[in-house]
């Protein structure tokens, strides 16, 4: 069935440090693909998104490419910083109506100074 | 643009009583609204996909009249969690999406966590 894979965490990183959260996707029809972001305690912000094959969504340094060769949508980031430790979840919208939406499990990441 | 707002952010109520959580879009429409509970550091857990002005769909093993879904408007929909037990304690989400686009982003709301004593 449909689905999102991610990498599990938690991963650690030093400040300046580059980023890769893996994701990769099992879709039967053509998904758009989202990463949200997660804050200790709160709700999910949508950080970028792609909806057509090699589109890249870029937002606050991070990118990501839609790779439909690989099934892919790998989260990077060239150089993170404290402020972006928190708990990353990538997501497919299918369907018509765009209602069908899963989320992978989340990364938890911990940035350290 | 895109606000989603929830109400209250946090709540502790009795066992057998029951709790109501607003869900709002700020500025903007949305004709479908979603559900979910979130377990410490799991995933999401979608409950029911609420549809303005028709009945919520629930997702399977989620009880239809313990979590009670109200779509009234195209901007409030409503989560009423019946006669809540401890075992329902947990931070709910939900989300909007802008109508009419399809296949677009959901909008998150901060999530209200909820504790039953």
């Known amino acids: 069935g449909d689905s999102v894979t991610q990498m599990e965490g938690p991963v650690t990183l030093s400040e300046e440090a580059f980023l890769t959260i893996n994701c990769t996707y099992t879709?039967?029809?053509?998904?758009?693909l989202f990463w949200y972001v997660q804050y200790p305690g709160e709700g999910l912000q949508l950080l970028l998104k792609?909806?057509?094959?090699?589109d890249k969504g870029s937002n606050k340094g991070f990118e990501a490419t839609y790779r439909k060769e690989t099934t892919s949508f790998h989260l990077e980031k060239g150089s993170v910083q404290v402020s972006d430790s928190a708990v990353y979840f990538c997501a497919l919208s299918l369907g018509n109506t765009g209602n069908q939406f899963y989320f992978g499990t989340g990364t938890s990441l911990t940035v350290i100074p | 643009g895109a606000v989603v707002s929830q109400h209250p952010s946090w709540v502790i109520c009795k066992s057998g009583t029951s709790v109501k959580i607003e869900c709002r879009s700020l500025d903007f429409q949305a004709t479908t609204m979603f559900w979910y509970r979130q377990f410490p550091k799991q995933s999401l857990m979608l409950m029911a996909t609420s549809n303005e002005g028709s009945k919520a769909t629930y997702e399977q093993g989620v009880e239809k009249d313990k979590f009670l879904i109200n779509h009234a408007s195209l901007t409030l929909s409503t989560l009423t969690v019946t006669s809540a037990h401890p075992e329902d304690s947990s931070f709910y989400i939900c989300?909007?999406?802008?109508?009419?686009?399809?296949?677009?982003?959901?909008?998150f709301g901060p999530g209200t966590r909820l504790t039953v004593l």
């Open positions: 989300s909007a999406r802008e109508a009419p686009r399809r296949q677009g982003p959901q909008y």
């Open positions: 792609a909806t057509k094959a090699d």
């Open positions: 879709a039967t029809g053509y998904p758009s």
